[in-house]
Nanobody, 123 residues
């Protein structure tokens, strides 16, 4: 079993920055890959970024590439999402997710999910 605890959401103006964090605990092989997704009311969950815990390989959605950066802590148990140049369209609940296995930037089937943290970008 894996537990994911997110932090760092909030309200920011257009063009501002926020940093989300996700602390993982439990069986490490089960969170070998960690990702961020977001969801707005009435829409499905959207992939944002992912990272492989061991080798640091990353993947980004086109909508955030160049503005968001995903990284991992030295202990590799915490993942951060640095969000710069935020737009109102980035407003959503952001979820941290984890799964085991090999890194695959096109695999969006995650096993474990955090509780979500709200990010609101005002215009």
């Amino acid at each position: 079993q894996v537990q994911l605890v997110e932090s760092g959401g909030g309200l920011v103006q257009t063009g501002g920055s926020l940093r989300l964090s996700c602390a993982a605990s439990g069986r490490t092989l089960s969170y070998e890959n960690m990702g961020w997704f977001r969801q707005t009311p009435g829409k499905g969950r959207e992939f944002v970024a992912s990272i492989n815990r061991s080798d640091g390989r990353v993947a980004y959605a086109d909508s955030v590439r160049g503005r968001f950066t995903i990284s991992r802590s030295n202990s590799k148990d915490t993942v951060h999402l640095q969000m710069n140049s935020l737009k109102p369209a980035d407003t959503a609940v952001y979820y941290c997710a984890a799964r085991g296995g090999f890194f695959n930037p096109n695999n969006f089937e995650y096993t474990y999910w955090g509780q979500g943290t709200q990010v609101t970008v005002s215009s």
